[in-house]
């Protein structure tokens, strides 16, 4: 039975992508075509009315009721000068609002700047001028945040900030809206409810959203965001990942400000005429008593979420759980397993793309431990991790690897894989690679190592597995973090001239945790609590290091660039690090401190906590 089910599976999968391939490329290749993300919700709201469209906090929305509320602060941005080629950036905690508001200023003709809400300061200045924001809807939640960079920003007060109370369970915290900023939901009480017609005029080849990514270099880069890339990306992965049905209903707890929260999460249920049932934030001890109290038969994923489920004990809400299909990203081999085995998860769809690249990978062909396969044309080429660089033969051409061996990804750029960049120029001319296999060709590079393997018998498609990030970036707490931007803010501290930032490996735990190194002066006392104080003041959560090595010498290139492999590799293994002193700051700890011998123990056997 097992082995006709998984038949059956393959057959639709392969019916669908028959279905579906001529009409991505079309739609891919003609950027005028009247469909959007704005559409394609309206689309569904006919055809669904009546369906349960969000379920968050105690509230639920059909996809008719919800619809009437979008379009009541559509029309109200609408009626202050707000639409087509403006850019709204929106700041507030994933809940129902959210995505009130992202359909809102898409609807109108708007791009949506979706803002990680975890950031302050100076970094929040950036994102929002990164898009040229025209406007910014702060949840109440966030407005102090906000608040305090006001002065630093060109938006006009009692204008151009929107003011959105929360309707979940903190409602009763966020007191009224500031003199600073418009109260949303108090204006859209007066506005119609029926769809706008400028809706219908929004062409595919407009920026729908702005999504963030943090590259090698400098602060997060805003990705542009097609609506005929997110329709695509809903529509693709509905079809061929989540064989996404009317009456599945989706388990969401993580940040829709990301793309595979966003993408293949919500506006692939929004297409299908799905259910969501939308989280705050993720809580490993709350996940199964809520998948089987809301009956969520779908949830979209990151490694690092499904590890912390696989570490947790056995509960009844797990057995005989209704979860039977999972799409997501950074699934690791041991937790695979566990999934398939221990939760009996029938479908794992594991995807590979980014925010702004030009391609993706899916296993829609439901096989162990793969990114599945492509339909773009890729390439993987030898990589010098060590200097940073691609390999090139005596001809100037990049090298393929062989089978098996890891490669960094490369994917040709064309009229149907177009490379939408960033809003700045030049970090756009930086991801694109020339003269690859043959003189002319352009390629996007995707900084990543990926190897081709061998999954049997898969109707003659590739499949890959994903190993590594290169360069400067890593991942740590399902972000990825840019050594240069942590680097530019630790660099501020009066005691360090030239702070080296790199991941480091720690048993057990997805990605990698943030370790800084820098030359101290011997004669001298590192100041930790203005260390301290300056993470926490400048950097998020997931940004802020783990741990600290204060070097006898820093060690350099002819060029000045930092030497990172092997201080990579020496991490904070004390028979590595010679007289070197180490700080740690501890799971669940409110200060760093020195490394001792009982917590490094813990750290390489996998139980620090983490």
Request: include cysteine; charge should be negative.
């Given at each position: 039975?097992?082995?006709?089910?998984?038949?059956?599976?393959?057959?639709?999968?392969?019916?669908?992508?028959?279905?579906?391939?001529?009409?991505?490329?079309?739609?891919?290749?003609?950027?005028?075509?009247?469909?959007?993300?704005?559409?394609?919700?309206?689309?569904?709201?006919?055809?669904?009315?009546?369906?349960?469209?969000?379920?968050?906090?105690?509230?639920?929305?059909?996809?008719?009721?919800?619809?009437?509320?979008?379009?009541?602060?559509?029309?109200?941005?609408?009626?202050?000068?707000?639409?087509r080629g403006d850019t709204v950036a929106l700041f507030m905690e994933n809940r129902a609002e959210f995505v009130l508001a992202m359909l809102a200023v898409v609807k109108i003709g708007a791009a949506a700047s979706l803002i990680n809400n975890s950031l302050s300061g100076a970094a929040l200045i950036h994102c929002i001028e990164a898009a040229a924001a025209n406007a910014c809807i702060v949840g109440g939640e966030r407005a102090e945040v906000l608040a305090e960079v006001l002065p630093e920003l060109e938006?006009?007060?009692?204008?151009?900030?929107?003011?959105?109370?929360?309707?979940?369970?903190?409602?009763?915290?966020?007191?009224?809206?500031?003199?600073?900023?418009?109260?949303?939901?108090?204006?859209?009480?007066?506005?119609?409810?029926?769809?706008?017609?400028?809706?219908?005029?929004?062409?595919?080849?407009?920026?729908?959203?702005?999504?963030?990514?943090?590259?090698?270099?400098?602060?997060?880069?805003?990705?542009?965001?097609?609506?005929?890339?997110?329709?695509?990306?809903?529509?693709?992965?509905?079809?061929?990942?989540?064989?996404?049905?009317?009456?599945?209903?989706?388990?969401?707890?993580?940040?829709?400000?990301?793309?595979?929260?966003?993408?293949?999460?919500?506006?692939?249920?929004?297409?299908?005429?799905?259910?969501?049932?939308?989280?705050?934030?993720?809580?490993?001890?709350?996940?199964?008593?809520?998948?089987?109290?809301?009956?969520?038969?779908?949830?979209?994923?990151?490694?690092?979420?499904?590890?912390?489920?696989?570490?947790?004990?056995?509960?009844?809400?797990?057995?005989?759980?209704?979860?039977?299909?999972?799409?997501?990203?950074?699934?690791?081999?041991?937790?695979?397993?566990?999934?398939?085995?221990?939760?009996?998860?029938?479908?794992?769809?594991?995807?590979?793309?980014?925010?702004?690249?030009?391609?993706?990978?899916?296993?829609?062909?439901?096989?162990?431990?793969?990114?599945?396969?492509?339909?773009?044309?890729?390439?993987?080429?030898?990589?010098?991790?060590?200097?940073?660089?691609?390999?090139?033969?005596d001809r100037g051409h990049c090298i393929e690897v062989p089978v098996g061996e890891p490669g960094l990804l490369l994917a040709k750029i064309t009229a149907l894989t177009e490379f939408d960049g960033y809003t700045n120029a030049e970090a756009t001319a930086s991801k694109i690679v020339h003269d690859v296999l043959k003189n002319g060709d352009q390629w996007f590079n995707t900084g990543d190592l990926i190897r081709q393997i061998d999954v049997g018998f898969a109707m003659g498609l590739k499949h890959f597995?994903?190993?590594?990030?290169?360069?400067?970036?890593?991942?740590?707490?399902?972000?990825?973090?840019?050594?240069?931007?942590?680097?530019?803010?630790?660099?501020?501290?009066?005691?360090?001239?030239?702070?080296?930032?790199?991941?480091?490996?720690?048993?057990?735990?997805?990605?990698?945790?943030?370790?800084?190194?820098?030359?101290?002066?011997?004669?001298?006392?590192?100041?930790?609590?203005?260390?301290?104080?300056?993470?926490?003041?400048?950097?998020?959560?997931?940004?802020?290091?783990?741990?600290?090595?204060?070097?006898?010498?820093?060690?350099?290139?002819?060029?000045?660039?930092?030497?990172?492999?092997?201080?990579?590799?020496?991490?904070?293994?004390?028979?590595?690090?010679?007289?070197?002193?180490?700080?740690?700051?501890?799971?669940?700890?409110?200060?760093?401190?020195?490394?001792?011998?009982?917590?490094?123990?813990?750290?390489?056997?996998?139980?620090?906590?983490?």
């Amino acid at each position: 039975m097992a082995l006709l089910s998984k038949t059956r599976e393959v057959a639709r999968v392969m019916r669908e992508l028959r279905k579906l391939a001529p009409g991505l490329k079309l739609r891919l290749a003609n950027s005028k075509a009247k469909i959007s993300l704005g559409t394609v919700f309206e689309s569904a709201v006919e055809r669904y009315p009546d369906n349960t469209m969000l379920l968050f906090e105690g509230s639920q929305w059909t996809y008719a009721e919800f619809n009437a509320e979008v379009n009541r602060l559509a029309h109200l941005l609408s009626a202050r000068g707000l639409g087509r080629g403006d850019t709204v950036a929106l700041f507030m905690e994933n809940r129902a609002e959210f995505v009130l508001a992202m359909l809102a200023v898409v609807k109108i003709g708007a791009a949506a700047s979706l803002i990680n809400n975890s950031l302050s300061g100076a970094a929040l200045i950036h994102c929002i001028e990164a898009a040229a924001a025209n406007a910014c809807i702060v949840g109440g939640e966030r407005a102090e945040v906000l608040a305090e960079v006001l002065p630093e920003l060109e938006l006009v007060q009692g204008s151009d900030y929107y003011w959105l109370a929360d309707a979940g369970d903190q409602k009763s915290e966020q007191g009224e809206a500031p003199q600073w900023a418009v109260d949303a939901r108090a204006e859209m009480e007066s506005m119609p409810t029926e769809n706008l017609p400028q809706t219908k005029e929004i062409t595919a080849g407009e920026a729908a959203l702005y999504v963030y990514t943090s590259g090698t270099t400098g602060l997060p880069k805003a990705a542009v965001v097609k609506h005929k890339k997110i329709v695509a990306v809903g529509q693709g992965t509905g079809a061929l990942g989540f064989l996404t049905q009317p009456e599945d209903r989706l388990y969401l707890c993580l940040p829709i400000y990301h793309l595979t929260a966003m993408g293949p999460g919500l506006i692939n249920f929004i297409f299908a005429g799905g259910s969501v049932y939308l989280r705050r934030s993720f809580s490993a001890s709350s996940f199964w008593p809520e998948v089987r109290k809301y009956q969520t038969n779908c949830f979209v994923y990151v490694g690092e979420v499904c590890r912390y489920l696989a570490m947790q004990p056995v509960c009844e809400e797990e057995r005989n759980n209704p979860l039977q299909k999972m799409l997501g990203n950074g699934l690791r081999p041991d937790v695979w397993d566990e999934f398939r085995n221990r939760f009996q998860v029938e479908r794992i769809c594991e995807l590979y793309g980014s925010s702004e690249g030009n391609v993706s990978f899916m296993n829609f062909l439901n096989k162990d431990k793969t990114i599945g396969a492509s339909l773009s044309k890729v390439a993987l080429v030898a990589y010098d991790n060590e200097n940073d660089e691609i390999i090139r033969n005596d001809r100037g051409h990049c090298i393929e690897v062989p089978v098996g061996e890891p490669g960094l990804l490369l994917a040709k750029i064309t009229a149907l894989t177009e490379f939408d960049g960033y809003t700045n120029a030049e970090a756009t001319a930086s991801k694109i690679v020339h003269d690859v296999l043959k003189n002319g060709d352009q390629w996007f590079n995707t900084g990543d190592l990926i190897r081709q393997i061998d999954v049997g018998f898969a109707m003659g498609l590739k499949h890959f597995q994903f190993v590594d990030r290169t360069g400067d970036t890593f991942r740590w707490r399902a972000e990825n973090v840019s050594t240069n931007e942590v680097a530019e803010v630790l660099n501020s501290h009066p005691q360090i001239d030239m702070a080296n930032v790199y991941g480091v490996e720690v048993p057990g735990i997805e990605g990698r945790a943030g370790m800084v190194a820098f030359e101290l002066a011997d004669d001298v006392e590192f100041d930790v609590q203005a260390f301290q104080a300056l993470v926490e003041r400048e950097l998020p959560a997931y940004a802020q290091p783990v741990f600290i090595r204060l070097l006898r010498n820093a060690e350099t290139t002819v060029t000045f660039k930092l030497l990172k492999g092997e201080l990579r590799e020496q991490a904070y293994h004390r028979d590595q690090i010679a007289d070197d002193t180490i700080y740690v700051r501890k799971p669940r700890s409110s200060a760093y401190e020195l490394l001792d011998k009982k917590f490094y123990r813990l750290l390489v056997e996998g139980q620090a906590g983490y």
